[in-house]
């Protein structure tokens, strides 16, 4: 049966690493950008620890310098970056760890956007646009106009996701992954474990209906 993964992300506790990592998630994120998620690279190493292989550690970064994120990368043993502002292709290509670029979705849509980044990024992320925030918006957008995803990277979907809505996008889009930050929140920065454990198992049941 086909798995759709799972990214928690915006983790900055280590109660709530554990909770993920226990609910069976596919990678833990942490935001190294400007954000009431935001963690330092002291923090990161110390919650990154508590990753176990084959889980994935991803660094979410906006517009950073290269070294910062060389020394992320190497502060918490990061298997990927996200890089989620207006990086270019060679940006990606200066990366030590593989890439997922982030899309921001808005009215205009524009998937076109991504083939700049072919053979650039591992992987691609879709999120929603706006203006003033590079993620964390808890807002979607349309999955039925997005069209046919990219056939040339894995692509993770984010956006105002949750357990009541994340069988849905899965039956649209039909997701490599699907990313999850404050639809698993009591709060900026602090998760709950029944939402991160009724997340997961949302996905899995949509996977059942989808894939069997």
Known sequence: MRRTRIKICGLTRAEDVRAAVDAGVDACGFVLARSPRQVSLER???????????VARIGVFVDADAAFVE???????????QLSGGETPLDCDHSPVPVIKTIAIGTDFGLERAEPFRGHAAALLLDTYHPHQAGGTAQTFDWRDVGELPGWAPVFVAGGLGSDNVGILIATLHPYAVDVSSGVELFPGIKDPVKITDFCDAVREADEKEYR
Do not use: F, K, N, Y
């Not at 020394?71 to 970056?81: M, P």
């Open 71 to 81: 020394d992320a990368v190497a502060a918490g043993g990061l298997t990927a970056v």
């Open 44 to 54: 990161l190493s110390e919650l990154a620890a508590l990753v176990p292989p084959p």
